[in-house]
């Protein structure tokens, strides 16, 4: 059964024809950190359902609110970390060179195993990913 969310906040689907799974922000905003636990957990326990190290992930971003205030990072830091486990690769598609910047910024507080780059360009950051 393939890997799918659908919600207010976030998408989850693979995609066709590549060992690749697509987590998708939307624009919607959380409006409380309930929200994102809840959100990402779901997430979270479909991206279980797949052998992680056969596929890339592919987390796009570009359409979500930026944020950085503390109460947001505290929560959601374990969030990510969890969803980027195990992957073979992850590619964050950001919007700007901020954002960009804040991937890097979340690699390196992280600390994990798998290798993650940011992407402003989706055929890139695909292309990438196939090669992992």
């Not at 689907?13 to 799974?21: C, I, R, S």
């Not at 998708?24 to 279980?48: G, H, I, K, W």
């Not at 992957?87 to 690699?107: D, E, K, M, N, P």
Request: hydrophobic letters at 40%; aromatic letters at 6%.
């Amino acid at each position: 059964m393939p890997a799918r969310v659908d919600n207010p906040y976030v998408y989850v689907n693979e995609v066709p024809g590549l060992p690749v799974v697509r987590v998708q922000r939307t624009e919607q905003s959380f409006p409380s950190a309930a929200e994102v636990v809840a959100a990402f957990t779901e997430v979270n326990r479909a991206l279980d359902t797949l052998d992680r190290g056969r596929h890339g992930l592919l987390v796009d971003i570009r359409a979500a609110t930026g944020r950085n205030d503390p109460e947001f990072e505290q929560t959601f830091a374990p969030l990510r970390a969890e969803m980027e486990r195990g992957f073979a690769r992850v590619a964050v598609l950001v919007r700007s060179i901020t954002g960009t910047l804040q991937v890097q910024r979340h690699v390196r507080e992280d600390g994990l195993d798998t290798e993650v780059r940011p992407f402003t360009d989706e055929a890139e950051a695909v292309a990438w990913l196939s090669r992992g």
